[in-house]
């Protein structure tokens, strides 16, 4: 059975830098989609990076250049570094296996495309 534990959230300045990690359990896959989502209050879940068993990187236009997502252990860990935090990057975050051996595609995917989630980690940013 999958599980996903985040970690690495926290309160920060405007500016600074966090790392996100996501660890893995139960995961055999050897091909698949790893991917971070966050979610403001009041706003809809979004995609803001994937990556997928071949390294492929799909990222949300509003992070591109500041967010930076990698894997590890064969998959078994997903993390997301992130520069230059902005208030508006404020939000949970949480990490994603879209399952059953299913590849990212050509662009980020849905929250609806992904099986399996952590709880989240809270991440703020004052400005």
């Known amino acids: 059975q999958v599980q996903l534990v985040e970690s690495g959230g926290g309160s920060v300045q405007a500016g600074g830098s966090l790392r996100l990690s996501c660890t893995a359990s139960g995961y055999t896959y050897s091909s698949y989609c790893l991917a971070w989502f966050r979610q403001a209050p009041g706003k809809e879940r979004e995609g803001v990076a994937s990556i997928d068993n071949n390294g492929h990187t799909y990222y949300a236009d509003s992070v591109k250049g500041r967010f930076t997502i990698s894997q590890g252990n064969a998959g078994g860990s997903l993390y997301l570094h992130i520069d230059r935090l902005e208030p508006e990057d404020t939000a949970m975050y949480y990490c994603?296996?879209?399952?059953?051996?299913?590849?990212?595609?050509?662009?980020?995917?849905?929250?609806?495309?992904?099986?399996?989630w952590g709880q989240g980690t809270q991440v703020t940013v004052s400005s």
């Open positions: 994603a296996v879209r399952g059953d051996h299913m590849l990212c595609g050509s662009t980020l995917r849905s929250p609806i495309n992904y099986r399996y």
